[in-house]
């Protein structure tokens, strides 16, 4: 199976904005999503397919591919996006793998 | 609305079977495109993906747990089970249910229950 890779930490003040990184060379070939996460909380989804953005999620958060990495960019972080963050793929071919996660704090 | 709810016991022994049991309302795991995972969290630790099961009864399996899972599911009562076997200390997690729609969202994980935590000790 393949692996993706997040850094672990990013920290960001409010009003900035924050980028974090996912990594892997299925991303050349399967759709990347994202999720965060807040303590005691289960995962919600943030982007999926690369890019796209449910209903309900801010305007803040965005999705962006290049080659083997994608990003989750957060525009004018707040506190209450303070969180781990995780990315995910799959496909039809049926397993799904996730990134190790990144902690978001808000300083 | 799309509601899951995992259940099942909070503690088991070391090698026993676990059984957890996804109960969900708001869709049919019948139509298709429809899909339910198992995913498990230790304790401050990263999520794992388990098992997936598609509406056309596909299964799929993480490569490391292939040999101890098990995911099934009952249509008429919207329920989804996992069973992993042999049991350890390790295996403690919170363990959630997720849905996939691949006809809306593709692979994302849509909805999730709000997990269980299962603890293995003697």
């Known amino acids: 199976s393949y692996e993706l890779t997040q850094p672990p930490s990013v920290s960001v003040s409010p009003g900035q904005t924050a980028r974090i990184t996912c990594s892997g060379d299925?991303?050349?070939?399967?759709?990347a999503y994202w999720y965060h996460q807040k303590p005691g909380q289960a995962p919600v989804l943030v982007i999926y397919?690369?890019?796209e953005r449910p209903s309900g999620i801010p305007e803040r958060f965005s999705g962006s591919t290049s080659g083997t990495t994608v990003t989750l960019t957060i525009s004018g972080v707040q506190a209450e996006d303070e969180a781990d963050y995780y990315c995910?793929?799959?496909?039809?071919?049926?397993?799904?793998?996730f990134g190790g996660g990144t902690k978001l704090t808000v300083l | 609305q799309v509601t899951l709810r995992e259940s099942g016991p909070a503690l088991v022994k070391p090698t026993q079977t676990l059984t957890l049991t996804c109960t969900f309302s708001g869709f049919s795991l019948s139509t298709m495109g429809m899909c339910m995972s198992w995913i498990r969290q230790p304790p401050g630790k990263a999520l794992e993906w388990l098992a997936r099961i598609d509406w056309d009864d596909d299964k799929y399996y993480s490569t490391s747990l292939k040999t101890r899972l098990t995911i099934s599911k009952d249509t008429s009562k919207n329920q989804v089970v996992l069973t992993m076997t042999n049991m350890d200390p390790v295996d403690t997690a919170t363990y959630y249910c997720a849905r996939m729609n691949i006809d809306g969202p593709a692979y994302a994980l849509d909805h999730w229950g709000q997990g269980t935590l299962v603890t293995v000790s003697s």
């Open positions: 299925a991303l050349t070939k399967q759709y």
């Open positions: 995910q793929s799959g496909d039809s071919s049926g397993p799904v793998v």
């Open positions: 397919k690369d890019t």
